[in-house]
């Protein structure tokens, strides 16, 4: 079992920054690749970023590739969402959710692929 617990969240003016975190509780973090969801009301959840359980592979959503940074530090059991140049569309719930390690890059978008997820931080960007 591994419990996740975001923080972080808040309300930001657009072109704002905020620091997603998630820290993780329970088995042994580095078994596990890591990825921030997020979903707008009226939307399905969508993949925002994913690091491998080595922290050597990332990818982004394109919307927000050169804005948006995923990050992991194993000696805190954290993983990182550094959020700059924020816009009115980012605005969600964001989710850190944990899937075992390995797994096909194909499948990172799928919120099928993940077995834990944390209960969700708002991010309200406001124009």
């Known amino acids: 079992q591994v419990q996740l617990v975001e923080s972080g969240g808040g309300l930001v003016q657009a072109g704002g920054s905020l620091r997603l975190s998630c820290a993780a509780s329970g088995r042994t973090f580095n078994n596990y690749a890591m990825a921030w969801f997020r979903q707008a009301p009226g939307k399905e959840r969508g993949v925002v970023a994913f690091v491998s359980s080595t922290g050597d592979t990332t990818r982004y959503l394109d919307s927000v590739k050169g804005r948006f940074t995923i990050s992991r530090d194993s000696a805190k059991n954290t993983v990182y969402l550094q959020m700059n140049s924020l816009k009115p569309e980012d605005t969600a719930v964001y989710y850190c959710?944990?899937?075992?390690?390995?797994?096909?890059?194909?499948?990172?978008?799928?919120?099928?692929?993940?077995?834990?997820w944390g209960q969700g931080t708002q991010v309200t960007v406001s124009s």
């Open positions: 959710a944990a899937c075992p390690s390995p797994i096909f890059l194909l499948k990172i978008y799928s919120p099928g692929s993940y077995e834990y």
